[in-house]
Structures are given as structure tokens and as C-alpha cells.
């Protein structure tokens, strides 16, 4: 039984990292990662007995659906009227309300269990109602899963927050794990393929590598366990098992945070290494998500301008670059050629960033540094937020380093200009940066 829980804990415990890790801005894979994870340390509280850890055991089962309605909003199309107001609702209120719930469930017992239950639910049950209104075109292709697997994971969930007595806890919450991977899956895949990436080979480098963690240091513990004759040492081993195969599969997923950690406090007074060493781990980590089957030409117009405004968001970043599908540019082969270079990952992406920037500069106005008239709107909603690098709307924006001209776009944005007006302006100016590039040869 011990190995059953094991097994199911580092499924879901890697797989929530992975997801977590591989795309940390975008919400819901963040928030995917993060319900697996809950569900992985409820896994991970199975085998053991007690009041408190069977109340612990309850919270982190019921989080997970929590955070799948969070996960189901992230999925909505940003220009959906609904999603702002659903997105706050869900993390002011329904989020905390429903932690709240679940620990006052878990504390007091009794008849709690079914109203926290539908409480849980409803939430998860509305936010399915919205992505079916939503139709975007990504969510389409994978709809039917999503609300598949929604709707098992919910009915799972109603045996977890209201048990019967039917089945053994452990089945249960595997089953239940089990529809939470799906979805884990389906927001990886929708993921990859909004950013023209390939999800095969990063996902199965990563599930070897924590695959080999688990056998080498859980094996270790396993031959202690079965070695050991002393009935008190159990609870201990079993502690140790999940903790040291937990603490490894971490560290080979996440090797790349890890690294940089290291870095800080290995080379805290040498910036500029750690820049260049960062660099290199993102574009190292970034080519087994380039899909070399897919051709620029056979994409429409829509899809291709998805992809420059992918690397547009990624412009500062040269090893996210790597990934991108736009390195197949004609353009970008022309200019490697004419330089002499062999076309490394890197170097077409050096190529592609400089490509992004003179596109975005046949933007700017010929009359003067910077404006606020119409015209300049274009050029202003790209180059100042990518090439300059400001953040207006955050609460403690970083203003160091930046030019006299970018300080005064930056407190224009931040006066006139509203975010939502700013995010239109911007998938303007990407269509006109797509024609651009697709129409160019160098």
C-alpha cells in the first residue's frame, strides 16, 4: 500500500512542478501546478493516522477545486467582458471563503461536510459554464476533455469532501488524481500550442529525469524500510520516503530555479555572470520545446500573429526566444547567411530579436522622440513595455535605469492610458509587426 501512495504521490507532485515551472507567467498553468501539488501532499498524508493529519488531509484534498475553478477562468479568452470580474470574484472571495470552509469542515466535522462541498463546487461548476460560452478557438480542439474530466473530477470530489464509506480512501483520492492529471495535460498541451511550442520531448526529458530521482533515493530509503524489524520506526520511514523522494523529484524538475538560487549566493557579487549563466539555462532548456514540425507557411494569419506577440512578450528574454517558431523565418536564415554564421539556436534568436526591433521601429514617427498623439500609439504600446523594458501598472514599478524619454511614457501610460486600452493597442501593433515580418526577406 505504501508503494501505491508513493507512486501516486510523485505522479502528481512531478507533474504539478512541471507545470508550475514551465511556464510561471501564465496563470493557469501556474495554478494547475499548484492544485496538483495540494493534491500530491494529500497523497502523501494517506498512509498516516491522527486527528490532525487526517483534518490536514481533508483541506489539501479539497483545494484542488478550489483552484481548478481558478484554473477554468485563466482558460477564458482575454477579451471576454466576464473574465475581469470572475477573476477577482475568484481570488477575494471564492478562494478564501472556501479555504475557510474546508478548515472549518475539517476541524469541526459532522454535518459540515456536505455545504462545503457544494460551496466547493458551485464555483467550479460555474467557471465550466463560462469556458462553454467562451468557444475560444485553442480551447475548442481539447473542449470535450476539459469538461470530461471536469465533470469526473467534481464527481470525485464530492467522495472526498462528503466521504461515504463506499470505497477505501486511497482509491478515492487516486481516482481523483487521476482526472487531475488529464487536466493537468490539457492545459500543457493548450499551452504549448498557443506559444508554438512542441510539449513531447521537455515533458519526457522531465518525467525521465524525476523518474530516475525516485528509484535512486527512494530505493535507498525503500531497502532501509524493508530491512528495518522495528514496528515505532514506520510512521518515521514513511515520513522520510515521501520527504526524500519529494525533496529529489523537486530538484531535478525544478534544476533550473535551483541553479539560479545557487547562483545568487555563489556569485552575488558578479551580476553579469549570473545574467550570462541564466541565459544559457533558458536557452538550453528551451530547445526540446522548439516543434521543428511546424512550418511559418502552412499557419493563417491569426496564428502567426499569435506567435510574434508570444515573442514580442518575450523580448527581453533570449533564451525564451529559443523556443519560438518564428527562428524558421526566411529573414532570419538570410541574415545568418550573410554574416557567415552556422545558425545556432542562439544566433537565430539574436537575429529574430533583431528583427522584432526594427519592425517595431518602422513604427515610430519621424517627427520626434516620443508623442501621444494617434499615430504614435503603435509604436508606444510596443516598444516602451518590451524594448524599454517599464511596467506601468505595477504597484511598485522599478524606474531605475531608465532614459529621460522612457520615464515620460511610462508616467503617460500610467495617467492615460488603462490597461485594458494598452492590451488592445498592443495585439494591434502585433498584426502590423506580423505583416511585417512575413512580408520581408531581410
Excluded at 498516516?48 to 483534518?55: I, L, Y
Excluded at 513595455?385 to 515620460?408: C, E, H, N
Aim: proline residues 5%; negative net charge.
Amino acid at each position: 500500500m505504501l508503494v501505491l501512495a508513493v507512486a501516486a504521490f510523485c505522479v502528481a507532485w512531478w507533474l504539478g512542478l512541471y507545470l508550475a515551472g514551465r511556464d510561471p507567467g501564465d496563470a493557469a498553468m501556474r495554478r494547475a501546478g499548484l492544485g496538483l501539488v495540494s493534491y500530491a501532499l494529500a497523497l502523501a498524508l494517506t498512509p498516516f493516522d491522527g486527528s490532525v493529519v487526517d483534518a490536514l488531509g481533508y483541506v489539501l484534498a479539497g483545494l484542488p477545486a478550489l483552484i481548478w475553478t481558478g484554473v477554468l477562468l485563466a482558460l477564458l479568452p482575454h477579451g471576454a467582458p466576464w473574465r475581469g470580474p470572475a477573476e477577482r470574484a475568484w481570488r477575494f472571495a471564492v478562494l478564501p471563503l472556501g479555504v475557510a470552509e474546508l478548515v472549518a469542515a475539517a476541524v469541526v466535522g459532522g454535518g459540515w461536510e456536505p455545504l462545503t462541498a457544494v460551496l466547493v463546487l458551485l464555483p467550479l461548476a460555474a467557471a465550466l459554464w463560462l469556458v462553454l460560452r467562451a468557444r475560444t478557438a485553442p480551447l475548442e480542439l481539447r473542449q470535450g476533455v476539459v469538461v470530461l474530466a471536469t465533470l469526473l473530477f467534481g464527481l470525485g470530489a464530492v467522495a472526498v469532501l462528503v466521504p461515504m464509506g463506499w470505497l477505501p480512501d486511497g482509491v478515492v483520492l487516486a481516482a481523483v488524481g487521476v482526472d487531475l492529471v488529464v487536466l493537468g495535460v490539457v492545459v500543457a498541451v493548450t499551452n504549448a500550442l498557443e506559444a508554438g511550442e512542441a510539449l513531447g520531448a521537455d515533458l519526457r526529458r522531465s518525467a525521465v529525469g524525476a523518474l530516475l530521482a525516485a528509484i535512486v533515493f527512494g530505493g535507498q530509503v525503500g531497502l532501509v524500510a524493508l530491512a528495518s524489524g522495528d514496528g515505532d520506526a514506520d510512521d518515521a520511514l514513511r515520513a522520510l520516503t515521501f520527504g526524500v523522494v519529494g525533496a529529489a523529484i523537486a530538484v531535478v524538475t525544478l534544476a533550473s530555479v535551483v541553479q539560479a538560487a545557487v547562483d545568487r549566493l555563489a556569485f552575488a557579487g558578479t551580476p553579469a555572470l549570473r545574467e550570462s549563466r541564466a541565459e544559457l539555462r533558458d536557452a538550453s532548456d528551451a530547445l526540446p520545446r522548439r516543434d521543428e514540425r511546424r512550418h511559418l507557411d502552412d499557419l493563417d494569419d491569426d496564428a502567426f500573429t499569435r506567435l510574434v506577440r508570444d515573442a514580442l512578450r518575450n523580448y527581453g528574454d533570449l533564451g525564451k526566444l529559443v523556443s519560438s517558431p518564428l527562428l524558421a523565418l526566411p529573414a532570419v536564415d538570410d541574415r545568418l547567411a550573410g554574416s557567415g554564421r552556422d545558425g545556432h539556436a542562439l544566433d537565430r534568436a539574436t537575429e529574430l530579436k533583431a528583427l522584432l526591433l526594427e519592425s517595431i521601429e518602422r513604427l515610430r514617427p519621424r517627427d520626434a522622440d516620443f508623442g501621444t498623439s494617434e499615430e504614435w500609439r503603435h509604436f508606444n504600446a510596443l516598444y516602451f513595455p518590451y524594448v524599454a523594458g517599464i511596467r506601468p501598472y505595477r504597484r511598485q514599478p522599478d524606474l531605475s535605469g531608465l532614459d529621460d524619454t522612457s520615464r515620460r511614457a511610462f508616467d503617460w501610460l500610467r495617467r492615460y492610458v488603462p490597461e485594458r486600452t494598452l492590451y488592445n493597442w498592443q495585439n494591434a501593433a502585433a498584426r502590423v509587426v506580423a505583416h511585417d515580418l512575413r512580408t520581408r526577406t531581410s
